[in-house]
């Protein structure tokens, strides 16, 4: 290959990164963006309000089981093209709402968003490790995570105006136009190089897709930041759950202020995404992990004077813990896709499956339990820190009889 020919393919590479990042923060923000849709979306198709939530839960158990799902469908049509036809199918998908009146076929063309986008964003992670470092998947990461936060701020207001001026409908359509754009962008700058590269690296690991499987989930370097991962949700998800109503029922907040706290919240995040993407090339996935639980300690700290004298603390400490995200699951996710380029598919899509499936179930024990407020956030970021500690401890054993 001559100098001209290098040149191209890294410009098209280039190209491709961007792309998947375009992906990554659009898809991102059109479902976020959703949550101010839902309450008219429910009564235009006369669905009630528990049977709207029930739906929104069996979205997230589609979108979890179609993260294992996604590897032979990336297997067969390649990463690039993968991601590229969900976002496509997210505007027809979207289109066919616009026009359907119908209740069971909108809960159906509903859940098949989440479970599609589940295996676009499996190949949109794949994507992007395959086209970088490992420390610079995790500071890309980060990055665009902590985009997503920033701008996540005033998604609410951008599609409160939108419904308000044109209908929940037309705003749907708005919403979904950039994910569209993004995802014809990606299918146009990697037209011609799919056919040969992506399909034949596909083909050639699809004999030993069981092997495959087997080498990914027995490897210690895998399983240990997932399982920190997921630790992590246990309490990240619920007390995430629970914040709007500490604020509205605990603090007595008015709407507006509840709003602007939870703007407040995502903007610490998405500070934590920004601290931590820089960190990276100065610190140990180890070492930023171990700034993560100095973070959840701390808000148990908050948490727990919050539990004695006034709730802002308590609403402080949850803060705190949110902010420890980008320090936690930023190098899990990396650590647990540095692996063979054949087998990321399978280690993107087990740890893409477990977080969700950990934090849901979480959130659900939480609610069956009936924990309290305060009390039971309390006690979820102890068990979270433990099993986090048991994890890393477990782990360092396992290195040292190693070594031995």
């Known amino acids: 290959m001559n100098a001209i020919e290098q040149g191209i ?3 098209k590479s280039r190209g491709l990164v961007w792309a998947a990042v375009t992906r990554f923060v659009t898809v991102a923000l059109f479902f976020d963006a959703l949550a101010p849709l839902f309450p008219q979306i429910a009564a235009s198709h006369s669905l009630s ?3 709207f939530q029930a739906l929104l839960g069996g979205c997230y158990i589609a979108f979890a089981c179609s993260q294992l799902a996604s590897v032979p469908v990336i297997r067969v049509i390649g990463l690039y093209r993968t991601s590229a036809l969900s976002c496509i199918f997210l505007g027809l998908a979207t289109a066919l709402i616009f026009i359907n009146e119908n209740a069971h076929l909108f809960a159906a063309v509903f859940i098949s968003m989440f479970a599609v986008n589940s295996i676009g964003s499996n190949a949109t992670r794949v994507v992007l490790r395959d086209a970088t470092s490992d420390d610079g998947y995790k ?4 990055w665009a995570s902590g ?7 005033a998604m609410p207001l951008v599609a409160g105006v939108l419904v308000a001026a044109f209908g929940w409908r037309w705003a749907l359509v708005a919403l979904v136009a950039p994910v569209v754009i993004a995802g014809v962008w990606i299918e146009i700058v990697d037209r011609g190089q799919l056919g ?7 083909d050639a690991s699809t004999s030993s897709e069981g092997s495959s499987w087997k080498a990914v989930l027995a490897r210690p370097a895998f399983i240990i930041p997932t399982l920190i991962a997921a630790s992590f949700q246990v309490a990240f998800s619920p007390l995430s759950a629970r914040l ?10 008015s709407p507006a202020m509840v709003g602007l706290v939870l703007s407040l919240a995502s903007g610490v995040v998405a500070l934590g995404f920004f601290v931590s993407g820089y960190l990276v090339a100065h610190l140990s996935s180890e070492n930023l992990i171990q700034v993560g639980i100095a973070l959840m300690t701390a808000g148990l700290a908050f948490m727990s004077v919050g539990y004695i004298w006034h709730v802002y603390y308590t609403i402080s400490g949850i803060i705190l813990l949110q902010a420890a995200f980008g320090f936690i699951i930023t190098p899990c996710s ?3 896709l540095n692996t063979h380029g054949q087998h990321r598919p399978i280690a993107s899509a087990v740890f893409g499956f477990v977080q969700p499936m950990a934090g849901g179930f979480s959130v659900a024990m939480t609610g069956v339990l009936g924990l309290p407020q305060i009390g039971g956030s309390i006690g979820l970021t102890v068990v979270s820190i433990g099993l986090i500690f048991i994890t890393i401890i477990v782990a360092r054993g396992q290195r040292q009889a190693k070594d031995h």
């Open 147 to 153: 985009a997503v936060e920033i701008m996540q701020i």
């Open 196 to 202: 040969r590269e992506d399909r034949i690296r596909s």
């Open 49 to 51: 309000d528990n049977f």
């Open 139 to 142: 500071r890309l990461l980060a």
């Open 244 to 253: 709007p109503f500490i604020l509205s029922n605990e603090a007595e907040l």
């Open 334 to 336: 990396g650590d647990a």
């Open 9 to 11: 393919e890294k410009t």
